[in-house]
């Protein structure tokens, strides 16, 4: 009689709780600093306050219907499919390597030290860039809501210069305040943050419902390409008007930045990955909609200048459209207080591995706080810089905005390619073995990560070209500049250029290993 087998071995538990969070930190080669504190809807809150729909919709609407008309709609659906690749493959990364400075982590686990190091150093600048471009919406939903927020008096729109004097007044104040929740620490921020994600997502609803029922035609419209152009004449309006949606959909890695400070990250952070981007897609896609359904007219020019303010006061009078500005706000600064955190763990886990300047002072953190009080001020001050290069100079508004999202699908690309690398070598085998022993069984995608990550590095690079295309219509519409006509490509190399002399100086100065080995040939674990 033949002995009766052995069942099969249980799979891997999770052992879960701050003790496991820790030390599953610390075999990455880190000791925990920062203070675990965020739990799985203040993680979903930083990355769908990063995209903010209620800040970035408002603040774009225009620019995006003012080149394709209604049809620009279909740029979203077709954008948020693109960075749902994205994410699909971040969520997989953030399961194996819930570390701060996510794209920095990840880029030099799965390629080297230098590509690792570009990535974050590109993002640092894309996301000291993108603080300053959403500070700036303030100027398009405060002076809607009382004119005694345009200091300076004057028109108030960003076209003008008296509009763009005051969104730098507007959007220093706001820097400030965020810069200062951000050193009083992250529980602080992570309840600011779950409050105003909250309130904005109320808000996107009641803005959906409202125009909804005060619609004056059918879902029809986003087949009107408004006079812009038709059949393949429309292919050049409908690629500039998509910059609209890519300004939009992106930060949505925002809860692996935090990962070290999230409770079981390898679980909570993929999650929470696709959950914001998820919600993002939807909400923004309904208000798209339900604004083109409800607006007063589509012709007279209106819905190409002022956007989505102009819709809410017309349609939902005074009050009621008061009431949602001041929604707006609040995503406005919910927004900008996420995007500066991100940014300012960026900054401390590249300082804390020693390749950049001043890293010592960098990756300090208060004991007091659990926070790196630094990196915020750093990233604050740079944004605020950014911002005063803009007093009196609208035109550099779109400029601005658009290099930025350039440098973020940059940084993005430069995980994602490297991913694929790495897959088409059989990858996440050995991740995978370490990882699961360490916190149970992972987000992966299975037989379908090859083709994911193949789309996902498709589409990045696809728009990295779209966005970076030197457009006089979109970077010089006026045509005064020659350089803004060029700013995406003036700008990028500039930054690549200062990044390659910063790299090359600390790599002939110091002899720490994070900067000069290929950490993607050193086991996980041995290596920070």
């Not at 879960?16 to 979903?44: C, Q, V």
């Not at 602080?188 to 005060?214: F, Q």
């Not at 926070?371 to 508004?397: E, H, K, S, T, Y």
Request: glycine fraction near 12%; hydrophobic fraction near 50%; include cysteine.
């Amino acid at each position: 009689m033949s002995p009766t087998p052995a069942p099969p071995a249980p799979p891997p538990v999770a052992v879960t709780g701050p003790g496991a969070d820790a030390a599953d930190l610390r075999g990455f080669g880190y000791e925990p600093e920062l203070r675990r504190s965020i739990g799985s809807y203040a993680s979903f809150a930083a990355g769908f306050s990063f995209v903010s729909i209620l800040t970035t919709v408002f603040q774009l609407f225009a620019f995006g219907f003012s080149f394709g008309g209604p049809a620009f709609f279909w740029t979203w659906p077709l954008v948020f499919a693109g960075q749902f690749m994205v994410a699909l493959t971040f969520a997989e990364l953030a399961a194996r390597y819930p570390i701060s400075g996510c794209i920095y982590q990840w880029s030099r686990r799965l390629s080297n030290s230098a590509v690792g190091w570009f990535a974050g150093w590109v993002m640092i600048i894309a996301q000291t860039v993108t603080v300053a471009a959403a500070a700036i919406a303030l100027q398009v939903v405060l002076p809607s809501i009382w004119s005694g927020f345009q200091l300076v008096g004057g028109d108030p729109s960003l076209t003008s210069p008296t509009g763009a004097t005051n969104a730098v007044i507007l959007g220093s104040i706001l820097i400030g305040l965020t810069t200062l929740v951000n050193v009083i620490g992250v529980r602080l921020m992570a309840i600011i943050n779950s409050t105003g994600v909250t309130l904005e997502i109320i808000g996107v609803v009641a803005v959906v419902v409202l125009l909804l029922v005060n619609a004056e035609r059918g879902p029809a419209v986003v087949f009107d390409t408004g006079g812009t152009g038709s059949g393949f004449g429309y292919v050049g309006a409908f690629l500039v008007s998509a910059l609209m949606a890519a300004y939009v959909v992106v930060g949505f890695d925002s809860a692996g930045e935090l990962s070290e400070e999230t409770r079981d990250p390898r679980h909570t952070a993929p999650r929470t990955i696709l959950r914001a981007l998820a919600a993002s897609g939807i909400g923004g896609g309904l208000m798209l909609l339900v604004a083109l359904m409800a607006a007063p007219s589509l012709t007279d020019g209106r819905l190409a200048t002022e956007g989505l303010p102009y819709v809410l006061m017309s349609r939902l009078g005074e009050t009621g459209g008061r009431i949602l500005l001041i929604d707006v706000a609040i995503a406005v600064v919910v927004c900008t207080l996420a995007i500066q955190t991100a940014g300012s763990r960026m900054v401390f886990s590249m300082a804390r591995d020693g390749v950049l300047p001043f890293s010592a002072a960098l990756r300090k953190v208060s004991p007091r706080t659990g926070a790196p009080a630094l990196p915020a001020i750093a990233v604050g001050v740079g944004a605020a810089a950014v911002l005063f290069v803009n007093i009196g100079q609208a035109a550099l508004f779109t400029a601005l905005t658009s290099v930025c999202i350039v440098m973020l699908y940059m940084a993005y690309a430069l995980v994602t390619v490297p991913l694929l690398v790495r897959r088409l070598k059989g990858w996440p085998r050995g991740e995978d073995a370490t990882a699961t022993e360490r916190g149970g069984r992972l987000f992966s995608l299975g037989k379908w990560g090859l083709a994911v990550n193949v789309l996902a590095v498709v589409y990045g690079i696809g728009m990295i070209l779209n966005l970076g295309w030197p457009r006089q219509e979109v970077y010089d519409p006026t045509g005064e500049h020659w350089y803004l006509h060029y700013f995406s490509l003036l700008f990028v190399g500039g930054s690549l250029l200062v990044g390659a002399l910063v790299y090359r100086r600390l790599r002939a100065r110091t002899s720490t290993p994070q900067l000069l080995l290929p950490l993607a040939v050193v086991p996980e674990g041995e290596a920070a």
